[in-house]
C-alpha cells in the first residue's frame, strides 16, 4: 500500500471530521446554528362568516350592513354611514378597522372616493372574526432579534434535511451505496407527492370545487374567493370520477370516455401551439433579406449574418432531400449541411452541460451559504 496516496474513505472521513468541527464551532462559539431560519410577522386577514358582513373589493374592507326594517323607507345616500354596492338596499353602518381590531364608522377618502375606516367607534357591534390567518415572511438571519422575528424550527429542520440528502447524493461520486439509494427514492417519492399536492391545491380546489360551492372554499380554504357558483363544471366533475373509474377491476371501459376527450382536447390545443412556435415562428425567422440597409446605409454585419443563416438552412434541407441523389454540387450542399447540424447538436449539448453545472454550483452554494454560513 502506498502511504504517501490518500484513499478515497480517508479523504471522506477527513471532509466528514472538519464538517462536525466547523458545526460545534458555530454552534458553541459563534452562536449561530448553521442552517437556522427565522421568521417574521407580517400581520393577519381577519374571515368573517357571519350574516350582514361582505368584503367590498373596490373599499377592500370587510362591510357590516342591516336589512332595512319594514315600513322604513330606503336610507338616504348622503348619510356617511351608507357604503358602496348597498345604499338602497342594505346600508352599511360599520365598517372593520384591521388594526384597531374593532367595527367603525366608514368615511369618504377625498382623493380616491372609497371608504376608509374612521377613528369613531360603530354605534352597533358586529360579529368578531371566524377566523384569523397570520401573514408570515422569511427572515435572514442578519435580523434575528428584531421585533417580530423568530426563529423557525419546521424550515430549519426542512433545511438540515435538504443539505443532508444533497451529501447523500454527492455520495455516488464515491460509489453507489445506501445513503445514495435512500435519497433517490425519497426524491421520487416526495416529488410525485408534491406535485399530487400541488396540482389538488391549484387545480381542483380553486377551478372545480371553487367553481361548484364558492362559498365553502370562500369560508374555509381561500378567503379571497369570490366567484359565482357555475353548473357548467359539474360535467367536469362526472367526467373526473369517470376517469378514476380506471382503478376499478370492473367498468374500466368506462374510463375511455373521459380519456379520449383528455387527449383530443390537449392534442388540438398542443397542434396550434407546435404550428405557431415550432413551424410558423421558425418559418417566419427563416425569410431574412440577403441585403440590410439602415438609415439608407448599406449594412454589411447584418447582411452576411442574414445571408449565413438562409444558406445554413437550405444546406440542412438538402441533406434531408433524397429525391436526387447527394453527388455533385447537391452532395457538397448535404456535407455542409451535415456540418451546420454538427455544431447546432454541440451547441445544445454545450447549453445542457451549461445548465448542470448552474446546478451544480447552486447546491453548492446552498451548502456553504445557506447551511454553513461560509459565504455570503
Given at each position: ?34 442552517g ?5 410577522q ?13 368584503w367590498?373589493e ?19 345616500e348622503?348619510?356617511p ?22 367595527w ?8 380616491t372616493?372609497?371608504w ?29 432579534g428584531?421585533?417580530?422575528v ?21 455520495s ?23 406535485l ?18 364558492p362559498?365553502?372554499v ?15 363544471y ?22 375511455r ?11 388540438g ?13 421558425q ?14 446605409t ?7 449574418r ?13 441533406y ?49 451559504g ?7
Amino acid at each position: 500500500m502506498n502511504r504517501g496516496k490518500l484513499t478515497p474513505s480517508l479523504v471522506g472521513g477527513l471532509l466528514l471530521v472538519m464538517l462536525g468541527s466547523w458545526i460545534l464551532y458555530s454552534t458553541l462559539v459563534r452562536q449561530r446554528v448553521p442552517g437556522a431560519q427565522y421568521r417574521q410577522q407580517r400581520g393577519t386577514i381577519d374571515v368573517f362568516d357571519a350574516q350582514g358582513v361582505f368584503w367590498s373589493e373596490a373599499d377592500q374592507l370587510w362591510m357590516l350592513a342591516v336589512e332595512p326594517q319594514a315600513g322604513v323607507g330606503a336610507a338616504d345616500e348622503s348619510d356617511p354611514r351608507i357604503g358602496a354596492g348597498a345604499e338602497a338596499e342594505a346600508p352599511i353602518v360599520a365598517v372593520w378597522h384591521a388594526e384597531r381590531r374593532q367595527w367603525v364608522v366608514p368615511q369618504r377618502d377625498p382623493e380616491t372616493g372609497v371608504w376608509i375606516p374612521s377613528e369613531e367607534p360603530a354605534s352597533r357591534e358586529g360579529p368578531r372574526p371566524a377566523r384569523v390567518w397570520q401573514l408570515q415572511r422569511g427572515a435572514s438571519a442578519a435580523q434575528a432579534g428584531e421585533p417580530n422575528v423568530q426563529f423557525c424550527w419546521s424550515q430549519t429542520i426542512g433545511l438540515w434535511i435538504a443539505a443532508l440528502l444533497t451529501l447523500c447524493v454527492f455520495s455516488f461520486l464515491y460509489r453507489d451505496n445506501l445513503f445514495y439509494k435512500l435519497a433517490e427514492s425519497l426524491v421520487v417519492g416526495v416529488s410525485a407527492a408534491y406535485l399530487m399536492a400541488v396540482g389538488f391545491w391549484t387545480m381542483i380546489v380553486p377551478n372545480l370545487i371553487g367553481k361548484l360551492w364558492p362559498g365553502f372554499v370562500a369560508r374555509h380554504v381561500i378567503p379571497e374567493h369570490r366567484e359565482p357558483p357555475q353548473a357548467i363544471y359539474y360535467v367536469v366533475l362526472i367526467l373526473s370520477l369517470m376517469l378514476l373509474w380506471r382503478l376499478s377491476p370492473r367498468g374500466g371501459w368506462i374510463a375511455r370516455w373521459p380519456l379520449a376527450f383528455v387527449i383530443g382536447i390537449t392534442a388540438g390545443f398542443r397542434l396550434i401551439a407546435h404550428l405557431e412556435a415550432d413551424f410558423a415562428i421558425q418559418i417566419q425567422a427563416t425569410i431574412l433579406p440577403l441585403i440590410v440597409r439602415e438609415n439608407g446605409t448599406f449594412h454589411l454585419g447584418f447582411s452576411l449574418r442574414n445571408a449565413a443563416i438562409v444558406f445554413s438552412v437550405f444546406a440542412c434541407l438538402t441533406y434531408f432531400f433524397f429525391s436526387i441523389e447527394h453527388t455533385g454540387v447537391v452532395g457538397r450542399m448535404a456535407r455542409l449541411g451535415i456540418w451546420v447540424l454538427m455544431i447546432t447538436f454541440g451547441a445544445g449539448f454545450a447549453y445542457t452541460v451549461m445548465g448542470r453545472i448552474t446546478l451544480l454550483t447552486q447546491r453548492l452554494e446552498f451548502l456553504l451559504g445557506d447551511w454553513l454560513r461560509l459565504i455570503g
